[in-house]
Nanobody, 119 residues
Framework: QVQLEESGGGLVQAGGSLRLSCTAS????????MDWFRQRPGKTRELVAQ????????HYVDAVKGRFTISRDNAKNTGYLQITSARPEDSAIYYC????????????WGQGTQVTVSA
């Protein structure tokens, strides 16, 4: 079983930056991919970015391209989501999720961390 713990959320002004972290713990951690999702008020949860754990290959949705950067530190079993040029519409609860090698959808979820961007 893998546990994901997020940190780094908070309040930031529009145009500012914030870095979210997601640390995986547990026995026999073997991640294939880490995803970041967000859920904005009144909206369904949506994918934001993905990173393949070994290769480092990344994918971003159009709404965050050029502003968000996903990365990982394999040695620390930690993934990151760097938010820059933050916009009020980025305000949401951000969740990290992780997939094992044979999964097609997330096996594990973090508890979520609130990001609020003030205008």
């Amino acid at each position: 079983q893998v546990q994901l713990e997020e940190s780094g959320g908070g309040l930031v002004q529009a145009g500012g930056s914030l870095r979210l972290s997601c640390t995986a713990s547990g026995r026999n951690i073997s991640l294939y991919r880490m995803d970041w999702f967000r859920q904005r008020p009144g909206k369904t949860r949506e994918l934001v970015a993905q990173i393949t754990w070994l290769s480092g290959r990344t994918h971003y949705v159009d709404a965050v391209k050029g502003r968000f950067t996903i990365s990982r530190d394999n040695a620390k079993n930690t993934g990151y989501l760097q938010i820059t040029s933050a916009r009020p519409e980025d305000s949401a609860i951000y969740y990290c999720a992780a997939l094992g090698a044979t999964s097609i959808r997330p096996d594990y979820w973090g508890q979520g961390t609130q990001v609020t961007v003030s205008a």
